[in-house]
C-alpha cells in the first residue's frame, strides 16, 4: 500500500469501509441472486428457505468482531504489509457476512436485499471519494446509497415489515443491534474525540452528545 503512513485515521477509516462494504455487497449479491434464480439444486445456499444453522447467531457476532479486530489492527500498525492482511481479513470476513446473511433469508425476501445490498455499493463508492479526494464520487456514492436506503424503506413499508424483520429474521430469536455495534465502533476508532462520549458494553451501546 503506497504512501501508507501519509494516511490521517479518516483516510484509513474510508479504505476500509470501501472494501468491507464491497466485499458484503459482491458476496450477498450472489446469494441473492442465486435464491432469485431458483438454484438451489446447486447449492444449499440458493434454497428459497432461509438457512438455519446451529449457532448462527454466534457465527454473525464472530465475524462481526473479527472484522471490527481488523479495523483496529488496519487502524493502529504501521506496518503496510500487516495493513494489507488486515484489510484482507477484514473483507474475508465481511465476504462471509454477506454469504451467511443473506442465505438465513427466504427468498422472497431477495429482493429488498438487493436494494439495501445496492446501497452499501453506493456507500463503498463514496468511501472511495473521499479516499481519492474526488467530490464527484462521493456526491454520486452518496446519492446511490440513500436511494437504495428509500428504495428498501419502501419495499418493507410495502410488505408491512421492519427492515431489521427482514434482514435479521432469520438469525434467531433474540436480534441484536450488531451493525449499530459496528457503527460506532468505527467511530470510537476513527475519531478520538467520540472516545470519551462513547461507552460499549457487550449487549448496550450508549452514546453522550
Same mark, same amino acid.
Request: glycine share 14%; hydrophobic share 45%; with cysteine.
Given at each position: 500500500? *503506497? %504512501? ?5 485515521? @479518516? %483516510? ?9 462494504? +464491497?466485499? !458484503?455487497?459482491?458476496? +450477498? ?14 447449492? &444449499?445456499? @440458493? ?5 438455519? $444453522? ?20 488496519? $487502524? ?11 484489510? $484482507?481479513?477484514? =473483507? ?7 454469504? %451467511?446473511? &443473506?442465505?438465513? &433469508?427466504?427468498?422472497? *425476501?431477495?429482493?429488498?436485499? !438487493? ?10 463508492? #463514496? ?14 456514492? =452518496? ?32 436480534? +441484536? ?26 449487549? &448496550? #451501546?450508549? #452514546?453522550? $452528545?
Amino acid at each position: 500500500m *503506497d %504512501h501508507f503512513d501519509q494516511l490521517t485515521g @479518516f %483516510h484509513l477509516t474510508s479504505v476500509y469501509l470501501g472494501g468491507w462494504m +464491497g466485499a !458484503i455487497t459482491f458476496t +450477498g449479491s450472489i446469494i441473492a441472486c442465486g435464491k432469485l434464480a431458483e438454484l438451489w439444486k446447486y447449492s &444449499v445456499l @440458493f434454497d428459497s428457505k432461509p438457512l438455519m $444453522l446451529p449457532g448462527r447467531d454466534i457465527i454473525n457476532a464472530s465475524l462481526l468482531f473479527g472484522s471490527i479486530g481488523a479495523l483496529g489492527t488496519f $487502524l493502529t500498525t504501521k506496518d503496510p504489509t500487516t495493513a494489507n492482511v488486515a484489510m $484482507l481479513a477484514g =473483507a474475508t470476513f465481511s465476504g462471509g457476512l454477506g454469504v %451467511h446473511g &443473506v442465505a438465513s &433469508v427466504g427468498g422472497a *425476501d431477495a429482493p429488498v436485499l !438487493i436494494c439495501l445490498l445496492n446501497s452499501y455499493s453506493g456507500w463503498a463508492l #463514496c468511501a472511495e471519494g473521499f479516499i481519492l479526494n474526488q467530490p464527484m464520487l462521493t456526491i454520486v456514492g =452518496a446519492l446511490i446509497g440513500s436511494s437504495g436506503a428509500f428504495l428498501t424503506k419502501i419495499m418493507c413499508d410495502g410488505m408491512n415489515r421492519s427492515l431489521t424483520n427482514v434482514v435479521l429474521g432469520g438469525f434467531g430469536t433474540e436480534v +441484536g443491534p450488531e451493525l449499530l455495534y459496528f457503527l460506532l465502533i468505527v467511530l470510537w476508532f476513527a475519531s478520538p474525540s467520540w472516545r470519551g462520549r462513547l461507552y460499549l458494553s457487550p449487549r &448496550v #451501546c450508549y #452514546c453522550w $452528545l
